[in-house]
């Protein structure tokens, strides 16, 4: 992965390191203690949720001795914005190795805002089948909801204006520190 | 990448080419599915008009807009008007009045979707032109390519056989030669169209010559039905001279894959054990050819609703 750098400097950087690492470890616990009884599933939404899925299963992992399948969505196919005259964007991987019906599934995305992401990831995993029932984990609420969805695991509130986005950037994706920040929205949005 | 209608591959930069590939090798995940269908297209109608014989592209195409849940309204030229004499422009206008998003066209007549293209108001894809592009069997060939050999650049493909009648062999030259795969081509003289290096490959007389060494062969059809004169003496002749075998197969890489685009005649252009062998990934293209055409029509209806 070709190295990158933290970008533009953001309005406010809210949290880094050590302190998301320990966030996301509390997050693993809530969803240790709610669906730990018996076995589960993580579904990542690209591409925010999907290292942060993979940090969670090995936490998981860790601490319970289970295993955890995961699995990768891309909601684009499943988008409400799709047919409206913009140019098609880039289709990514989905794989959900693992029977969806029947499942316990806890869907996974860094940035939870108007909403519209989750209600086509739920469209998305039902057309594969019925599963027994699916949670929904945020690192980050930050609020302008626009669908009614509500996370039932989330790391962190963040007070926003709608003119702003925040951005979640892991060494995963090649930035050389974890990073929680707030930018200025910029034309692309 | 925005584009309204594909015409051809003639043109289509490597970049464009790629990120079609890219499309398709995703939406291939979705026939896999239990349930293979997505909502992406719903209120889409596509309009499939076949003014010649087709099996495979037509269903092909069919399958992929249903999979993107598309309308399909589907037509052939015996049971249209035109079989009563209406000319192909009032035809299609008319079907055009129903009002169709994008328009899939075959046509025994090279240019054809070209024509309809510049009258029809909706996106027009070419299913195969005469003896002119195909380009999503173009685009499809290249997938099963870059599915068993990792990529497409500096390839030796060795395209074999009526190369003056074959679409399909126009549309791989211009996608590949884009590619930066190296192409040699061979078939009776009689059937290789004059100044062909002048799209970039090389010309063998020998079979043997275009097939040694080669990483992807590619044989093709016999067309009788657009042969209007006598191009070789007799198939058992053409069988033996530039017929497919293990023999001659021997003569390529040790990893070479053997493509046809079907309909295949078998004894003719290509021997059955070749055919049905290890090395044959025919039904790989017939596979990818559903998610080319998703890829396609995914990419295309960006502008049905441009404006709106």
Redesign the interface.
Known sequence: MEARTQGPPPKKAIMTGGEIERVIGELAGGVIRQCGDSQFSLIGIQTGGIHLASRLKKIIEEKTGMTIPVGVL?IT??RDD???????P??????IPFEVTGSRIVLIDDVLYTGRTIRAAL??II???RPKFIKLLVLVDRGFREYPIQADFTGMFVETSENETVKVQLKEMGFSEDRIAVFEKTKKG | MAFKHLLGLEGLSREQITRILDQAVEFKEISKRKIKKVPTLRGITIALFFVEASTRTRTSFEIAAKRLSADTISLTASASSLSKGETLIDTTKNLEAMAPDIFIIRHSVSGSPHMLSKILSCSVVNAGDGTHEHPTQGLLDMMTMREHKGGIEGLDVAIIGDIMHSRVARSNIFGLTAMGAKVRISGPATLVPRDIEKLGVTVCKRVEEAVEGSDVVMMLRIQKERMAGDFFPTTREYSREFGLNLKRLSLAKKDAIVMHPGPMNRGVEISPDVADGTRSVILDQVANGVAVRMAVLYLLSAHVLEGV
């Open positions: 891309d196919l499943y799709i047919m409206m005259g913009l140019p098609q880039l289709v990514k991987k989905t794989d469209d998305a057309d594969f089948g």
